[in-house]
């Protein structure tokens, strides 16, 4: 079993940066395929980026791709994702989700442990 605990997250103008962390508790951290989401006022939690164990594999919405690079360290059981050019239309609450095996990563229902969230609002 694995705890997270996102962090990171405030309001920035639209243009800037952010880098969000996801620290995940127990012995296991590279076992597990990572994904971020968010979940907008109003809409359905949806899927911005995952990464493989070892993190040779990364996946992006297209939405983000070329603006967001997600990243781990698993001598330090994080997740990373940063956030470029940010616009106002990525204003979301953001998670992070665990899984050792999800049959596909897009999903959230592959998913088995999420974090509580942390705010992004993008100002424009």
């Known amino acids: 079993q694995v705890q997270l605990v996102e962090s990171g997250g405030r309001l920035v103008q639209a243009g800037g940066s952010l880098r969000l962390s996801c620290a995940a508790s127990g012995r296991t951290f590279s076992s597990y395929v990572m994904g971020w989401f968010r979940q907008a006022i109003g809409k359905e939690r949806e899927f911005v980026a995952a990464?493989?164990?070892?993190?040779?594999?990364?996946y992006y919405a297209d939405s983000v791709k070329g603006r967001f690079t997600i990243s781990r360290d698993n001598a330090k059981n994080t997740v990373y994702l940063q956030m470029d050019s940010l616009k106002p239309e990525d204003t979301a609450v953001y998670y992070c989700?665990?899984?050792?095996?999800?049959?596909?990563?897009?999903?959230?229902?592959?998913?088995?442990?999420w974090g509580q969230g942390t705010q992004v609002t993008v100002s424009s």
């Open positions: 989700a665990a899984d050792t095996n999800p049959a596909s990563v897009y999903y959230t229902y592959e998913y088995d442990y």
């Open positions: 990464i493989s164990w070892s993190g040779g594999s990364r």
